[in-house]
């Protein structure tokens, strides 16, 4: 270990998720004194979740994470591990649904007086929605977001609108029948934007940081 490596305050790391392409990542800059139970908060700000799962790292085949799990406590600093440029560490939210991250350590760096650490600076692709069936479960609906049930629902509700259009009235809505065609039309259509929408926007994740969202995540109850 160099001493440029032990005595630089800020590091910038690279979060992928793994298991999903186009690949959904980030990349942030934190204190290199940030504990790992902060650096979880950051986490699931940065990606996009939501905080109600546990959580765990694995580093050097030692287990962190959450008081339910049994596992070693994450009051613990990441500089402690004294790791180095390129190595990387797993961290696993929801137990459950199992979203594996890799976390790798791009660089160290001094403080940036102008910039307010946590901060954003780079990221592609939005989170998948919670309890969803992890990576699998994801690409699966995302497939069927765009496969044939999707094209049905969507011919349900553009004839609904071309007859309206046709008519100028709503009278086919008062069908019951057609009116609840169209409804479950609509709920089902409204369900799958969630694995269609791939925005990714580093504006908000960094206003979330500048209003303290990581340090609600951090705190927030888990099972």
Known sequence: MSEHVQTLPVIQLKIRLLGISPMIWRRILVPSKISL???????????????????????????????????????VAIESFQLSVNDRISYIYDMGDWWEHELRIEKYLNIDNRRNYPVCIGGSGACPPEDCGGPDGFLMRRDEATGYDAYQDTEVIADFIEEVIRTDTFENIQDEDQRWNIERALERSQSRLAFLDNKFSRRKINQAFKDNDHEIMMHQQMW
């Open 37 to 75: 139970k902060s650096l979880h908060g950051v986490i699931q700000v940065a990606m996009g979740w939501e905080g109600h799962h546990l959580y765990q790292y694995n580093i050097y085949g030692v287990h962190y994470g959450s008081f339910d799990l049994c596992i070693s406590s994450p009051e």
